[in-house]
């Protein structure tokens, strides 16, 4: 079974070309477009502008997905895409394109829930078997899944205000940092003390759920308080990753109590910092529990992991209905 899969439901227009069979699964194209040029002057994401870029970006991604599968459009047995949740105007923007597709080769289409494509991939990526606690942590979003099973999952906390990455973003922003700004407060950090500043430990007695703003606000304050030298500003950033890493050990050590996992998976953009990977790393091993954290090409944003789950509910003879619609919210639990 060959599926083509869209992916549009933020600032990555992404195609990917997946083969499922007996022998396992093949990835034969994955193409992915990130679109910083086009928000970068906004210091975030802008819904509007980022449809139009799905918009244009897809046919030219469409065909260099071919070319690397070696592939045309008959190889195809199904057509699958992110139907939600997400930015509604990009994720239409892909799902109507994988709907037209199936209806003119008259192969079946498969809408797929974006959190489930990335609930799944560690079951891709590192052939971990089910069930697993994964902790996804990106620009978009900021949560615990249980996943027991295929299409048996259980969201364990989430943010309530922002999610972790846009945290990074805007703390980056007040430190005249450029957009995104996670990479650029882990530099920053290395030059600083990260015992310099007591940041709060938003939530920190209360279950598994995040919050930020009190956070941020908290930055905000030394920020104007204080004559910003560059050495100040190293040891802000430093804090501030300091007190993340805290916050996120503290919930994860929760969520592992809770669901008594034996297999601890860290995905998003946010999984690429040092520090949070080792201090989730070292909570594991004293946990006595697998740590993994797939490749950062398939579990930040990306088209494999649409095509994979969609791969998955084929094979139980799952797919959609071309009268399926999009949707901006679709909780793990309601698939
Ligand atoms: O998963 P991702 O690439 O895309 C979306 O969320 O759409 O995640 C991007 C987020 C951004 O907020 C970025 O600042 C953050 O991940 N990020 C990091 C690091 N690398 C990327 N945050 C902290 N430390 C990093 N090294
Ligand atoms: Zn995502």
């Known amino acids: 079974m060959k599926i083509m899969a869209f992916e549009s439901s933020c600032d990555e227009t992404a195609v990917a070309i997946v083969e499922i069979s007996d022998n396992g699964t093949q990835i034969h194209a994955n193409q992915i477009y990130s679109q910083f040029d086009e928000h970068v ?3 975030g ?15 030219p991604l469409v065909k260099k997905a071919l070319e690397e599968a070696n592939m045309s459009f008959k190889d195809i047995d199904a057509f699958a895409a992110t139907a939600g ?19 003119a080769f008259n192969k079946p289409f498969i809408g797929t829930n974006h959190l489930e494509g990335h609930a799944l991939t560690p079951h891709l990526t590192d052939d971990i078997d089910f069930p697993y606690l994964l902790l996804l942590v990106s620009g978009g979003h900021c949560q615990f899944i249980h996943v027991k099973n295929l299409g048996d999952y259980h969201t364990l906390g989430g943010t309530i205000d922002d999610a972790i ?30 015992n310099a500043y007591k940041f709060p430990l938003p939530l920190k007695n209360k279950g598994i759920d995040f ?12 920020i104007l308080t204080e004559e910003m030298t560059e050495q100040r500003k190293a040891d802000i950033a430093a804090s501030f990753q300091e007190t993340v890493a ?11 109590e809770q669901t008594a996992v034996n297999t601890f998976v860290v995905a998003g953009g946010v999984a690429a910092n040092k520090l949070l990977r080792q201090r989730l790393e070292n909570l594991c091993t004293q946990k006595g529990i697998t740590f993994a954290a797939p490749p950062l090409k398939l579990c930040t944003d990306n088209a494999v992991m649409i095509a994979y789950a969609a791969a998955m509910h084929s094979r139980i003879d799952q797919f959609s209905e071309l009268s399926m619609s999009a949707r901006p919210r679709w909780p793990l639990e309601e698939i």
Request: proline share 6%.
């Open 246 to 256: 805290q916050i996120i050990e503290i919930k994860a050590k929760r969520a592992i």
């Open 85 to 103: 949740p997400g930015l509604l105007g990009g994720v239409m923007i892909g799902f109507m394109y994988a709907k037209s597709l199936s209806l």
């Open 41 to 43: 002057e906004y210091g």
């Open 45 to 59: 994401v802008v819904p509007e502008v980022a449809a139009r870029a799905h918009l244009s970006y897809f046919d």
């Open 211 to 222: 919050s930020f703003s009190g956070l941020k606000t908290s930055v905000r304050q030394r």
């Open 165 to 194: 990455g846009e945290a990074f973003d805007k703390v980056a922003k007040m430190l005249d940092l450029p957009y995104p700004g996670g990479p650029q407060i882990e530099k920053l950090a290395q030059k600083g003390d990260k």
